[in-house]
């Protein structure tokens, strides 16, 4: 006895389950037949492509393993997460050997005949990916492209104060910005109301082609910086099995018994700043029991054991003893009985059931996800007596009805709004009054909105904001991102990830539908007067569109009924990724929230009220998505049928930009009838976008009418300027866009030559009234609607 | 006399000069006239819109005083920049007080009718932005978007050993991933033959609307932080200016003194190890010096005070009262004469001269830009008897071209390659010829290619790499970064920035030019087969092509010939983003060096000899840009010929794709007429494209022939399987496109019905191959051209 029950035996049967998950992964990557090496190992045995990472999978084994001892010894609710990501054959092996694997996927059987097929599967046409995938039980977070795994555990412990997230971070994934600020994530951890993330920093010493710098830091000063960022390290360092078995036991009791009593205190006595949480620095060699020496190079220790560390073939045939030599030194026939399943007395060494890390429902969050308690969406309508007759900021009416999203989830703790700091530049401060910001941090007299626990979390990192809020999502929970539209391109290639996931995991029969991730876009392009031109760029929803359909949706809607509409729909949805771009300024309010319900759950529409074409055919086709370009081309709309009454002009409206695919493209496209019949075949379309004016032409190139279809858009033109002329800057005013119907209706005659000449005017004036006095035209700020 | 000569009356100077630029601040915030208040203050002096930045100006202009002292004490050759961003008003201020600003803008002379223009341009309508930015002499980083701050200031270091950047780092900033990162740049900076970076850390407590994470940290915790982070902490905390500029100014003395130890030690004695620079946490109030108490609520030391403190306008006279007294405290009467200079005996507190940090010329890079010596790309040509007949690793080729740029430019040091850890996977290694990955870490026996000094630097991060290459070409060298397709959309944001920059300096005459911006993205979305569906997204190019056409530029080289003439063409070119995908794995090669030189000049262009269309107009365009497109369109093109020769087609290979883009969009694009030649105007063209196939809709819905364009791309579908297969699972192989063609042209009749059946039957027996033996059919793998 050791201690803690830390018996030899015990300990010598952590090391013979270690054996077999790494006999099993190297396996994975090298054979497709002979897995329990009944016959010598032979050519014909071994894949002809050889994929996959071993320099991080033992390690990784080892992990597994351990914590599958802490959580029967404590009765823990335990996920685990791969930051490294390659070690896709780690995660495989385990789940295979606790079983869980197999149900899953019955066909992969626990004897020889699943064991070949397991093999064989691996990163094989038709198989399962390399890296730890949806494919992969137990698992909450994708391989492939680093830095957010500390962001996802954090996100999954968040309201779910039994479960324990161990996350494995690669020292190569360390060193991206990401991963480095997630760190901080502990000063939005509430030791009470949430559960523990358990960081353990993998030091295997290399990427693929360096060594890594925390690596290379020196003990002293990776202490310093783990203190820095909050927590208690953990050294588990070494190469000797026996010796790094014990290590790691004992210091994972110790690290298990911190938590514990970090939440014991929170949970007893209430919560008193950041706690310092532990976490676990793991240093073993990379490719650890792997082949040391190969053709007189080192390969254990160094990053030559990456990827994969023999590679066979005909022409070095020599490799297939010393593979053979590498999988039989885990001696399978001490591991594994006659028909190939993993010994009865190590088998009970992995936990029972849901304890099993493959098999913990929150790894399939779907399975736990509870709709929403929604408020009704109508009761925080904008009402009044005509179109444009009054004034809102879109999102602080929103801001109400999340409040009260909030509240009547309250105690189903189950929905989270993050955001980069930007909640209240956003107008959503409604929500204050029925919640805080959480931060654990030091509270001072000063602080508005800051508590121990708190619906909304604000970090000055739309990483971080984007991985919590992942995490949630993919544990069962909902939630929204609130951001500036600029901005969000730093989650471009995190949304990318996040919807190829969601993608995947449609064809997985057994991954149940998670919340939809819905951003919120406020302080978009038209409105960053104050901040320029660095703040202007609506371009993410070109990123986003470039997805599979099937997944993404994107809504523009024109005014605050229109926006409550659209995020009902959405909190409500699952399994998409929804993007809403919403004004924050007080605007005109153009539907009464029946006609707003009406519009919205169309997609796209006439708006009857502001047209002029009720007995006919129109001229011209005046459409427009977003607030702003909503705004311009309803005042464009009437100057023109104010001077040109005879001019019958169509208005049409896009909230969910879908509709305009093709409906082959995209559930939510428009049949080209549909299509024909508002924009018309043969008609002048004055198109005022809301983005890039080229997204409309992708979207719409197969329409009929594509050819008169004439884009304005956001061009890259601005700077610090009036809200006004950011859009003429752009060729998106009243003025540019009644020109662009003058000048495509040459049979509108000289009436319409006039009115073209007036509205150069205008332009001019705007410029000189706006350097002399730094604002609007009173004409332009106090525009009414006046149509009936 | 304190110490280091700082007198009691040195020190009331340099409190003075504070105030003159906090004077002007302020002035540039609110006032529209009346800048020295000559008269009573009243609201017809302020400003209609109140845009601006408060909270972080007053201690950046206690840092830039500061530091100007240094400069002239210790003749340092400094530049500055501002992380925090939005404090344009510091910056303009104290560029305006020491005279550079003046030398690049004499219409606002250093007197009273100067300070006037000074502050009405200020954040107004054909004024200059709020924030630090292009227009700013002395700037190489554009507040707005956070987190980059420190990564160009490395950047800019980089083989400067003369030069110094004091970074000011906003603690908002400091949250986000990049910065939090960014810190570990010191494993990469020698001391010897680099330059040296001060990072001022300024806590002023708060963001917009939260307190910042580093500023509650606690002392302790942050020491341990920045000595994690591998720095040496000085801390200025305090609020009394008095006690602050003494502390400052002795800190500053102790800190210059350690950088030029650290330097003086590695410069004689050589390099060993990361030394511990020295780094400053100031620690001041936000809003410093502001309005203590507005309308009941504490402003000073809160987030209150992050824009405007006082919010002007009819409806709160009071505080015009308010922003008066602010003002005359002061003491303008004290700083300015008559004319409304700066007193001489304040003014001679600036350096002169490229000292003044708005004028040194490295802030201005193109001034100092030197062209690279070029070896002649030809030289590395690959030949060949005939088009397809050897394969070859087109990058593989391209590293010996980039080995002998760096030998060329040895002794300019000026180029380097940055890349996240991949240039030896991007298959560039035999730079390592000619050169090292520059690493000051300790240096292992089994590690390769690393040095002190080295032309190539690697860290697992996107943004770090992104950056550093910033911030060297900002200040006047040349560089590229290599990177895998996918994941460079981790610097989306990044990139939007810095052409961004590049769009607005276009216009600003007194900056010069700088090196193009180059990208060379291999290890691209169709040989992915390694890594499957997480590591495919060609969406940069999309990305990309949204930001002004006279910055942007997309290549994509068919083979290693082309490569070569595209690589010479962007190393060579200024002030362009320049995006290059490129195959690394062996492949076909095409064109003879002189065919590869005509064809990239011309960016477009007819592949005769693959064509059969040379007697008249052809049956079939077949397009194709990108490698594999190529590969698939050619052994497509190949089978139709050799099955169905009276078929006339002719290959169009597009290597510059904004030659796709209308003449009138792109100053690269075809005319309309030479567009038709090409693609015709009534024949169907099928366009095989290395991305997303709405990229080239897109670009091309203008031309006459777009009706009959149909083009196959990435659809996102994908996962780990064969080379062939990835083009298989998105309709871009040969077989799909040869039956594109066959399904386009019904007069072809039974023979091609025949046809058609037949490549049926081949991706039957492909998907039945690869799933039996995990690799492409000997067919596919040993496929020739064979017309000629």
Redesign the interface.
Known sequence: MTCDGLTNELLLKLDAYWRAANYLSVGQIYL?SNPLLREPLALEHI???L?GHWGTTPGQNFIYVHLNRVIKQYDLNMIYISGPGHGGPALVANTYLEGSYTEFYPDVTQDEAGMAKLFKQF?????????V?PETPGSIH??????YSLSHAFGAVFDNPELIVACVIGD??A????????W?SN?FLNPASDGAVLPILHLNGF???????LA??GHD??????????YEPFFVEGDDPATMHLLMASTLDTVVGRIKEIQRAARTDGCSGVPAWPMIVLRSPKGWTGPKVVDGL?IE??C?SHQIPLTEGPEAPSHVALLEAWMRSYRPEELFDESGRLLAELAELAPRGERRMGANPHANGGILLKALRMPDFREYAVSFASPGSVDRSDTQVLGQFLRDVIKLNEAQRNFRIFSP?????NRLSAVFEATS?Q?L??I?A???H?AAEGRVI????E??CEGWLEGYLLTGRHGLLNSYE??I??V??MF??HA?WL??TRDIPWRRPIASLNYLLASHVWRQ???????Q?P?FI??VV???AEIVRVYLPPDANCLLSVMDHCLRSTHYVNVVVAGKHPAPQWLGIDAAVAHCSAGIGMWEWASNDQDGEPDVVMACAGDVPTLETLAAVQYLRQSLPELKIRVVNVVDLMKLQPSSEHPHGLSDYDFDTLFTKNKHVIFAFHG?P??I??LT?RRTN?ANLHVRGYK?EG????PF?MAVLNDLDRFHLATDVIDRLPQLGSRAAHLEQALRDKLFEHRQY??E???DMPEIQNWKWELS
């Open positions: 497709r894949k002809a492509r994929l990163s094989f046409p038709g198989g399962i990916p390399s890296h995938a994708e391989g492939g492209e680093l830095g190569g994934e060193e991206t910005g990401p991963l480095a600020t997630a901080h000063k990427k693929i082609a360096n060594p890594t710098i290379r830091m000063q990776l202490a310093a910086l783990m203190r820095g960022y909050g080192q220790g160094t030559r700091d930007e909640t209240a530049s910001k931060w941090a030091p001072e000063n602080d508005e800051l604000e970090m000055l990192s990483h971080q600029a901005f391109h730093i471009d290639s990318n990830q190829k993608k995947e007067d104050h901040n320029g031109f660095t703040h760029d371009g070109d990123h470039n997805k599979k890039y080229w997204l032409h992708r190139y594509h890259e700077t610090i300027t009036t002329d706006i350097n006095y730094g604002e």
